[in-house]
Nanobody
């Protein structure tokens, strides 16, 4: 009923930038909390950044000062601007949509590879 489509991933050199986008569609009424998570090979999925319906943001320590999350509430679209990318940022990035405190939807993921 709620579909999330991520885009913007790809291959980038260290120090480069990428902007990820996530568009939510389906039977959506209102504005909801959304966020970005990532999973590197052999590691568990981890929080990258979240943004509430009111625009409050939260970041993992590893990305503070480098990544910025933002949203367009009218379309339930969330963005992740990633600057000064490092090798360790390589992962599959997933968009998250929080319908309720217990009901979450996930996108399929978009690959980000940082390599020289």
């Amino acid at each position: 009923q709620v579909q999330l489509v991520e885009s913007g991933g790809g291959l980038v050199q260290p120090g480069g930038s990428l902007r990820l986008s996530c568009a939510a569609s389906g039977s959506i009424f209102g504005v909801y909390d959304m966020g970005w998570y990532r999973q590197a090979p052999g590691k568990q999925r981890e929080l990258v950044a979240t943004i509430t319906s009111g625009g409050r943001t939260n970041y993992a320590d590893s990305v503070k000062g480098r990544f910025t999350i933002s949203r367009a509430n009218a379309k339930n679209t969330v963005y992740l601007q990633m600057n000064s990318l490092k090798f360790e940022d390589t992962a599959v990035y997933y968009c998250n949509f929080e319908l309720t405190s217990t009901i979450h939807y996930w996108g399929q993921g978009t690959q980000v590879t940082v390599s020289s």
